[in-house]
């Protein structure tokens, strides 16, 4: 298959969040199957710099002259070409200084607000990748884009590219409902699409444009990072105003679980913790608790349970949940160690429960992946309270490096990690612990089976090596996504004879 991803941010060349990386891992994971896969971005200022820093410069398309209409505009841009690393990928960077060379990719540097003019940069994004499949001549088989800020993309493919692209399926994925891309309705006049499209049915929301929404009615097939937020967000609690759009679109709505880089996260070559380990020789994870309790400042002690917490301190993430369970919690003689930046409040409640036990609780308010790495080899435990999570990446980090996941289920953590239960039919597959009302009780129900197997050495070594088998690799995603693919080829053609 012939695919071109849109999406505002890949990795390595331009990040802010896991959208970047999901841009940078999966086109090289399908590519690897023997997809043809290419990746139109934004060349946002650094991008230049960080290609050229890898050994990866940019070369123009010198022949190629985006011109995109804008309102009743055309604004032109550049084109420039690369690769993503050790890859055949082509990554087509679209050039327009006014629009992306600015200090940062969505908000201002200054007071962190939107760029007023985020709709229009993004419809040149999206009418970009458009006009660069008629200038290339690409005719891809999927233009799959991603999260609000190319929603547009299915649209134009549907109701203004149809006849250069009579055969291109699309697919959208949701990465974050939270973001919607929501502007006032004259925005369809920059965007130059057809007032009949301005409906509750299609892209109206409230009396606005919402690009986010333009991307769940208009593509072929939708995907989310598991299947249980695929769920959760067609319900009122979590739908973000968009349940009612996702239920319309229930039987084109996969989900699929991100993968991870297992060569960063290998416990095997991991050079950032004390020792090396593996599901074959468990020793070295002993060492890396030491030296985890050392320089946390904690008593050095095997004897105790110690749990490790690393995620932006955040409401979402269960902290309140934490604070509440917390003096229980160090009833039981666990040791607790944070790393983590975010909310100020987070950092007094975390600050305060350290100046109480400071031989129980340490806290490191920082980003530091090193110190991540640290954590996720030498804690014994890996807490996640969230209150809500899409996907999640540290339970899968933590199983691989035999760090038993304690969690709530929710999200992508429910479906990835298998709670113990001794009386439970699959018992013997089990990776961690979950739990299910967002309670202090629930949580500390779950340290406290923890704690029990944990004293059981053989059970626990065993539901190690359950987490430390699982497969979280990004080939195994592409396959999942390749089939998605096939699946929105085949519904688009049937919904074309159909003369939708
Ligand atoms: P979210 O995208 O909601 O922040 P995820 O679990 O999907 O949550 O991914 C968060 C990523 O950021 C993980 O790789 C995690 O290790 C990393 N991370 C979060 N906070 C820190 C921190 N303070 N230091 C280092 N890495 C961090």
């Not at 991803?5 to 890949?10: D, T």
């Not at 994870?285 to 490790?308: H, N, Y």
Request: negative net charge.
């Amino acid at each position: 298959m012939q695919i071109m991803m849109v999406a505002s941010e890949v990795a390595p060349f331009s990040k802010e969040g896991g959208l970047a990386d999901v841009l940078g891992a999966l086109p090289a994971a399908l590519a690897k199957l023997g997809e043809e896969v290419t990746v139109v971005s934004p060349l946002y200022r650094g991008v230049r710099d960080e290609a050229e820093r890898i050994g990866l410069p940019l070369q123009p398309l010198r022949d190629v002259r985006l011109q995109a209409p804008i309102g009743d505009r055309s604004v032109e841009g550049n084109v420039w070409k690369t690769f993503l690393p050790d890859t055949r990928v082509a990554v087509y960077f679209i050039e327009n200084d006014r629009y992306y060379d600015r200090d940062g990719y969505y908000t201002n540097a200054k007071d962190h607000s939107d760029y007023l003019d985020n709709s229009e940069r993004f419809i040149f994004l999206s009418r970009g990748a458009l006009e660069l499949c008629r200038l290339l001549e690409l005719k891809p088989d999927v233009l799959h884009s991603h999260d609000w800020h190319t929603g547009l993309v299915p649209i134009y493919v549907k109701h203004v590219y149809r006849a250069e692209l009579p055969n291109t399926a699309t697919v959208f994925t949701v990465h974050n409902l939270a973001y919607q891309g929501i502007f006032w309705h004259w925005d369809m006049k920059l965007a130059g699409l057809p007032w009949r499209l301005f409906t509750w049915k299609m892209l109206e929301y409230y009396g606005n444009l919402s690009f986010l929404k333009a991307g769940l009615v208009g593509a072929d097939v939708l995907t989310t990072v598991s299947k249980t937020y695929a769920k959760e967000i067609q319900t009122e609690e979590f739908g973000l105003g968009m349940d009612g759009v996702l239920r319309d679109r229930s039987d084109d709505l996969y989900g699929i679980v991100n993968g991870i880089d297992t060569d960063e996260w290998n416990p095997r070559t991991d050079p950032a913790i004390e020792a090396n380990y593996s599901a074959e020789d468990l020793s070295g994870k002993a060492a890396c608790k030491e030296a985890l309790q050392a320089s946390f400042g904690l008593p050095v002690d095997s004897s105790r349970l110690l749990i490790g917490i690393v995620c932006r301190l955040v409401e979402q993430k269960g902290l309140d949940l934490l604070a509440e369970a917390l003096p229980a919690l160090l009833e039981e003689g666990i040791q607790l160690v944070v790393l983590g930046v975010g909310d100020p409040k987070y950092h007094e409640m975390l600050q305060r429960a350290h100046q109480r036990h400071p031989d129980k609780v340490s806290v490191r308010l920082d980003f530091s992946s090193e110190a991540a790495h640290r954590i996720e080899a030498g804690s014994d435990v890996f807490l996640m309270p969230s209150k809500f999570e899409p996907c999640g990446l540290n339970q899968l980090y933590s199983m691989r490096y035999g760090t038993v996941p304690i969690v709530r289920r929710t999200g992508g953590l429910a479906e990835t990690v298998v709670d113990y239960d001794e009386n439970a039919a699959d018992a013997a597959e089990a990776t961690g612990f979950a739990f299910e009302p967002y309670e202090p009780t629930a949580l500390l129900m779950a340290v406290r089976r923890a704690l029990d197997l944990w004293s059981r050495k053989e059970k626990w070594r065993a539901l190690m090596l359950n987490g430390m088998k699982q497969d979280w690799s990004w080939g195994r995603v592409a396959r999942q996504y390749a089939s998605v693919y096939r699946e929105a080829i085949r519904k688009a053609a049937g919904r074309r004879d159909e003369g939708n």
